[in-house]
């Protein structure tokens, strides 16, 4: 982004309790100037005072045209002639020159929240996601002269961020130490805010906080994606299931050598261990077969 022309600074005001009060002298004096006029038979004297207590009324409301309300979380961008002359923060009523224009700015957190996007992960699978964005106007002269709408600005930047960062990572890795959408969204929302901040830096706009709140594969490869996961679980679990099983045979094996309950030779040992796996690691509950000769006959 090109870098700023304008950056925000205090506006010259002051408090307008004073400035109120005088304006409302001076029409009471304006006021006060007709009546004395209507009262007078002079006609010199009541023109000179008629003329005066325009004046002093016309002065009196073109200063008051100066006050400002300033309420809380809100800031008036002041421009002279199309010249940028500062911002106001301060709140309450403040007074500044009656002959400049004032665009008011909310600075108050917002939040921002993109449609569902359909978009490629870096595998080229069609995902859907969305994100909400928390944001606010740090810098006022920022967002009122280097970009046409602020608002829709940081919508548009949010939705070109959110498919940037799709296309980058996949919805899960296939190696172990990848990263992917699902599996490390921690990691991800903070490249998210990072390269939100690098977007709308030239606005003025500060990132709260960026997270995603919809995240899922297409409706078309929804159903195949989800026989892939399955069938990953069901590896995963097998896995664990012989593990266990492994060591549940090898304690048996060391423990029935350790106590000399029986003899048994490597045969015995392979029969015993072919056994107890198929116990262990049966999707069923196991059928048992009674030998009731030797293992040699």
């Not at 309300?69 to 007074?95: H, K, S």
């Not at 859907?128 to 709408?149: G, M, P, Y």
Request: hydrophobic residues 50%; proline residues 3%; charged residues 20%.
């Amino acid at each position: 982004m090109p870098a700023p022309a304008v950056r925000e600074f205090p506006a010259h005001s002051i408090g307008g309790g004073l400035a109120l009060l005088l304006g409302l002298v001076g029409l009471l004096i304006a006021i006060g100037l007709f009546a004395t006029a209507a009262a007078l038979t002079s006609v010199g004297v009541k023109a000179v005072l008629i003329v005066l207590g325009i004046l002093i009324g016309i002065s009196a409301l073109v200063a008051m045209r100066g006050l400002n309300m300033v309420a809380p979380g809100e800031a008036r961008v002041v421009q002279l002639f199309g010249r940028y002359r500062g911002t106001i923060r301060d709140d309450g009523l403040r007074w500044v020159n009656p002959f400049t224009s004032r665009r008011k700015i909310s600075t108050r957190v917002r939040n921002h929240e993109t449609a569902v996007l359909k978009v490629n992960d870096a595998y080229g699978n069609p995902i859907e996601l969305a994100a909400v964005v928390v944001w606010k106007v740090r810098d006022t002269a920022q967002a009122s002269f280097e970009v046409d709408n602020y608002v829709e600005f940081v919508a548009t930047q949010t939705e070109a961020a959110v498919r940037h960062i799709a296309i980058e990572y996949p919805y899960d890795a296939h190696d172990e130490g990848g990263l992917s959408l699902r599996g490390n969204a921690e990691e991800i929302t903070e490249k998210l805010a990072v390269e939100l901040h690098a977007r709308v830096e030239a606005a003025g706009v500060q990132i709260v906080e960026s997270r995603f709140t919809h995240l899922a594969y297409a409706p078309e490869i929804a159903s195949a994606m989800l026989q892939r996961q399955q069938a990953g679980a069901v590896v995963a679990a097998r896995r664990q299931i012989v593990d266990g099983a492994v060591g549940m045979v090898e304690a048996a094996l060391a423990r029935i050598a350790e106590q000399d309950i029986v003899e048994l030779d490597e045969e015995r040992k392979a029969a015993m261990v072919s056994n107890l796996m198929v116990v262990l690691c049966g999707d069923r509950a196991p059928q048992p077969v009674l030998n009731t000769g030797s293992l040699y006959q």
